[in-house]
Structure formats: C-alpha cells, structure tokens
C-alpha cells in the first residue's frame, strides 16, 4: 500500500494484531470476547484501508494515469477491469478486503517461516555450512531453487536451499490444520464422520508421524533428497491441498529462497 512509517502505519499494525488474534478462536461473539475484539478490529481495519484506496484512485483520476506502470498492489488492483472486454472494475470494498487479506501472508506466515529457518539453521551448523557453501558464488534463479513447475512435481533436483524450507514448514507448520465440514456422512478408514460435523485436519500431526518420517522431531533438511520437493502429497500438507492448496506456495518459497540466500551470502 506504500504506507511510509509514521501515525498511520502503526495504527495499521496495532489494528491488524488485534484482528489476527481472531483468526483461531472459540467462536463467540458478544462484547469483550477474542472474536469480538477481533472483529472491531477488521472493521477499523477495513475504513482506514479503503480511505488509503479512496485516495489513491482520485490521484490517479486526477492525474488520468490509468495506464501507468503500478507501483504497488493497490495500483494493481485498481487498474484491474477484470476480463478485456468487462467495463467495470473492481469494487473499492473488494480492494479493501483484498488488501487485508494479503497482509496475513506478507505479515504472517512467510515471515514466520523464515525465523524458524533461522532458528532450524541456528540450531544445525552443518545445514548452515552446506547452504553456506552452495550460495557463495550461484545466482538465485529458478533453476537453481527447483521449484516445481507445476503442482507436485519436481523437475529438477532438489538444492539446500529448499531443503531447509521444506523440513522447516514440515516440523514447525506455521497453520497447523484446516477446518472442513462434511456435507455429507463420510466414512475414512472405518470411522463415520457424519453430515454437518466439523473435522479438523492436523497438519502437525501428520508431520511428526513416525510412519512417515524417520526421527521426526529432528531437523533433518537431507531426509528430502530421497522425499523430492513434491509440496502436495498426503504427508507434506504444509500449503493444506486439494481445491483450497494455497495459491502462495511457489511465492512464499520463492521468497524465503532469497531471504536465506541473502542472508547467508551477507552475513556471518
Ligand atoms: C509459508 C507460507 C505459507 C503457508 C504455510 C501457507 C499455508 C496455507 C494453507 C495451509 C492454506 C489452506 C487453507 C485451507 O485449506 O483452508 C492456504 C490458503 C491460502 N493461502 Fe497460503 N500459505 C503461505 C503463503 C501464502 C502467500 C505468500 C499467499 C499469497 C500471496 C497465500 C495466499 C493464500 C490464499 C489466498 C489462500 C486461500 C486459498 C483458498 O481458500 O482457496 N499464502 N495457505
């Protein structure tokens, strides 16, 4: 949103925590509960987003820049008409929600995700080394990252790097399971899961399964030289999967790929 630091961008983080705080909480609303609060929150939120994108559309009104290169992501949206031939664009309220919903991402999940790649290679010198030794000297391209081309596969081999960001979303999963509902009774290996209930599917729990890795509670980045890169099979669910699978994955590791490559090739 290019909002600089100053007043505004920290009554975004302080109403943006507040709001995450929400996000996994027992599901009752009146004043002073968890979800409440949250809720206020998001509508705080949402008001001083969409003034930013008020704002932001009456300057490239005024100065007719429609067609100029996008500086961020509310340029991007604003200038989306949708399909060529639709005349109408996006609404404001759907680039305010969009907006906020970018932020977990940017916010949340991949900057967590690199600490405790951090903190893994804090913790495993000889990983440290290894990716150490492979950045000094490569450029980072997709080449060199083995990012699948496409969903669950893996066209190249699999370098450090990418290693360590696998085992780090197997071991410390920043969204440990997802919620479903049945829509109609469902019966898995012998249990009933029946019409209308919720499950919650623990990601955790798969990725310390004994039966699916060896020493499981070990940080391990070697064990995916015989596993591969694939990120959707049903013992590797750190992006969930299925119809939901995260549109983020390639994204996020892209990003945290040039984190640690930066900071093992600027740091000590
Ligand atoms: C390490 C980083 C990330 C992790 C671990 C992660 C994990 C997940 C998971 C588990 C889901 C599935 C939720 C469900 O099934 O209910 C999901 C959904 C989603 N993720 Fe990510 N994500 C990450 C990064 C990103 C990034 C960078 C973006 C976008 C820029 C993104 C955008 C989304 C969106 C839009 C959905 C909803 C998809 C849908 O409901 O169809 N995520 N993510």
Request: with cysteine; proline share 4%.
């Amino acid at each position: 949103m290019s909002v600089g630091p100053g007043e505004d961008l920290n009554f975004l983080k302080k109403e943006f925590e507040e709001f995450l705080k929400g996000l996994i909480c027992l599901p009752i609303k009146f004043p002073g509960t968890r979800l409440y609060k949250s809720l206020k929150a998001k509508e705080r939120l949402l008001k001083m987003v969409r003034k930013i994108v008020e704002e932001r559309k009456l300057t490239m009104e005024e100065i007719s820049d429609e067609k100029g290169v996008a500086k961020d992501a509310v340029d991007v949206l604003l200038r989306d008409n949708g399909e060529a031939n639709e005349k109408q664009s996006l609404s404001l309220d759907f680039i305010s929600s969009n907006i906020i919903e970018m932020m977990i991402p940017g916010e949340e999940t991949v900057p967590m995700a690199m600490t405790l790649a951090v903190k893994f290679l804090t913790d495993s010198p000889v990983a440290l080394k290894q990716l150490t030794f492979e950045s000094q000297g490569s450029r980072i391209c997709w080449e060199n990252l083995c990012l699948p081309t496409r969903v669950g596969t893996s066209s190249l081999g699999c370098g450090t790097g990418l290693k360590v960001i696998n085992e780090t979303l197997r071991m410390a999963n920043i969204i440990n399971g997802v919620w479903r509902k049945a829509l109609k009774d469902v019966e898995i290996k012998g249990h009933l899961i029946p019409k209308g209930w919720c499950v919650l599917t623990s990601f955790l729990s798969v990725h310390m399964d004994e039966e699916n890795y060896d020493n499981p509670y070990q940080f391990d980045p070697w064990r995916w030289e015989k596993m591969g890169a694939a990120i959707n099979n049903n013992i590797f669910t750190p992006f969930g999967g299925g119809q939901r699978l995260c549109p983020g994955f390639e994204l996020s590791r892209l990003e945290i790929s040039i984190f640690l490559h930066h900071l093992v090739t600027t740091y000590e």
